[in-house]
């Protein structure tokens, strides 16, 4: 489903990520870890094509992203779910605003928004406090509100850069458990992250990045790939 071969990146003359090659398979759950400055957001940016690279190619599905258009790009984003640390909620619109903005702007028919918005705010279990607006809600619930948004499109794969940054270790495992569950429902995962709890405590595969290189790509005991 992605595959990044021999990919590198700089910026300037500093070498981000370095000859990174890297294969997902459908319904996989893959962790980036490594510490700050690993090359983990850039590694992101580079297969959503925020960020051009320098060498190499990423294929994601039959999408050869690094070659395409700002235009195809932007099509090619609304078929995956992204998640950042900050939520990027839109101040002004309730949670169900939020969500149903993203369907809006697709041109989705109002009754189909409904019913979806309502679908997905069930999975992240924030259902009953849809009316709320941004201000009102932890931040926790917030990056739900954010998965929610990124689920609404029924995405094959979700990326998240460091979607638990800003929570606590409560509101981390919730998030950490609904991204398991969408995993489970069927979508890739892919999750940038430098929480070492986390790493630990889920049982999958973790490649490390260091100096924009891998260090290690290791499916974690007890994981069986014909699992998911
Ligand atoms: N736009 C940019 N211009 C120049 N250097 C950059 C730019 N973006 C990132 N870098 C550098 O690239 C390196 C990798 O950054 P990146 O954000 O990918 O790391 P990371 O692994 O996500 O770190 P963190 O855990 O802190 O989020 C860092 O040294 C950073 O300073
Ligand atoms: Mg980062």
């Known amino acids: ?74 099509l090619f984003r609304r078929k995956i779910g992204i998640v950042f640390q900050d939520y990027k909620l839109l101040p002004r619109k309730n949670v169900f605003e939020n969500i149903a903005f993203a369907l809006e702007t697709t041109g989705t028919p109002p009754l189909l928004i409904r019913k979806k918005v309502d679908e997905v705010l069930k999975t992240v279990g924030l259902d009953k406090i849809k009316n709320h607006f941004p201000y009102q809600l932890s931040g926790g619930e917030q990056q739900r509100a954010a998965i929610a948004r990124a689920l609404v499109h029924d995405p094959k794969l979700i990326v998240a850069d460091e979607p638990t940054g800003n929570l606590d270790p409560k509101a981390s495992d919730d998030v950490l458990n609904l991204l398991l569950k969408i995993n489970k429902s069927g979508s890739t995962v892919l999750l940038a992250t430098h929480d070492k709890h986390i790493v630990d405590t889920l049982q999958r595969r973790v490649v ?7 260090l290690s790509d290791h499916k974690k005991d007890g994981y069986d790939s014909s699992f998911n």
Do not use: C, W
């Not at 962790?31 to 700050?36: A, D, E, F, L, T």
């Not at 992203?65 to 700002?70: C, E, G, I, P, R």
């Not at 490390?208 to 891998?214: C, E, Q, T, V």
């Open 1 to 74: 489903m992605i595959v990044f071969d021999q990919v590198s990146k700089q910026y300037g003359t500093r070498t981000i990520l370095d000859n990174i090659s890297l294969s997902v398979k459908p319904k996989e759950f893959v962790s980036i870890v490594g510490p700050s400055g690993a090359g983990k957001s850039t590694l992101i940016y580079t297969l959503i094509g925020a960020e051009k690279i320098n060498q190499g190619s990423i294929h994601v599905d039959d999408y050869h992203v690094n070659v395409m258009s700002q235009k195809a790009l932007q």
């Open 208 to 214: 490390r990045l260091h100096d924009g290189k891998i």
